[in-house]
């Protein structure tokens, strides 16, 4: 992005008009200029990187010609708390290799012709990576703290979203959230579970409410992501202490529909 002298302002009016939940990662190219949040300013000199939210109000003043790339990142990529995210705006970003590494990537992408669905996710994923490893690689900034109840809590939403999906798998949710399978069980690990068994009991539990409903067994193993009825009749009777063929329907007929409880 280039632009001439400029400023703007987004102000709390043009956040309840057009409300945005992204973070927005400045790297400066060229020019000078400012970032303004939360109470703090960063002046922005060439090869110099910061952070803003999109969520709260920021103004950018750049007093002549300026050059930069802008990355644009979904909150829930940075899973932390809003004080964190607070924190970490309008703050220098540490220079060094990640940084480095960040800039020169994004500015190639930039350059390039429009890739593929598939370069597309590749380049999503690498650039999250040197973001993490950019904030994280100095004490000039205090790296994100992990919401871990937040995460674990997206976490489980997500399984419970894709109960269906024979593919579910730990390693899915993890790659989802963009954090390391290790994290993700660790961050389980700490409420008393694990993924592969809370993604195993949560489709037992809902399996159990459809065939309550008038599923067939063969119906609810499917809906809830078994492919082979003899593995889900097993798993169900470890768990429940009966063959899914007893469970009695209570009067509401399944019509298809996965509900959940």
């Known amino acids: 992005m280039a632009s001439g002298a400029s400023e703007v302002y987004r102000s709390d009016q043009i956040i309840r008009e057009n409300p945005r939940d992204d973070l927005l990662i400045s790297l400066h190219r060229s020019g000078s200029g400012s970032v303004s949040q939360h109470g703090r300013q960063v002046k922005l000199v060439a090869g110099r990187a910061t952070m803003y939210d999109a969520s709260a109000p920021y103004v950018l003043s750049f007093p002549g010609r300026i050059s930069e790339v802008v990355l644009q990142v979904p909150r829930r990529c940075l899973p932390m708390s809003r004080n964190a995210f607070a924190d970490l705006t309008a703050r220098p970003l540490p220079d060094g290799g990640p940084l480095r590494a960040l800039t020169a990537l994004a500015t190639s992408a930039e350059a390039d012709a429009a890739p593929g669905p598939l370069e597309n996710a590749a380049l999503a994923d690498a650039l999250m990576s040197l973001l993490r490893a950019t904030l994280s ?78 599923a067939t067994v063969g119906q609810a193993a499917t809906a809830v992501g078994f492919n082979d009825v003899d593995t889900f009749t097993r798993a169900f009777k470890r768990l429940y202490h009966e063959l899914p063929s007893r469970v009695r329907p209570t009067g509401v007929h399944y019509r298809g529909e996965l509900s959940y409880s």
Do not use: C
């Open 137 to 214: 690689s100095s004490s000039a900034v205090q790296p994100p703290q992990i919401d871990s109840e937040l995460l674990v809590t997206a976490a489980r939403q997500y399984i419970d979203e894709h109960l269906a999906d024979p593919l579910l798998s730990p390693g899915r949710v993890a790659d989802h959230h963009h954090i390391s399978l290790r994290l993700l069980q660790k961050l389980f690990t700490r409420v008393g579970d694990s993924p592969v068994s809370y993604i195993r009991r949560r489709r037992l539990e809902h399996s159990r409410n459809l065939l309550l409903h008038g």
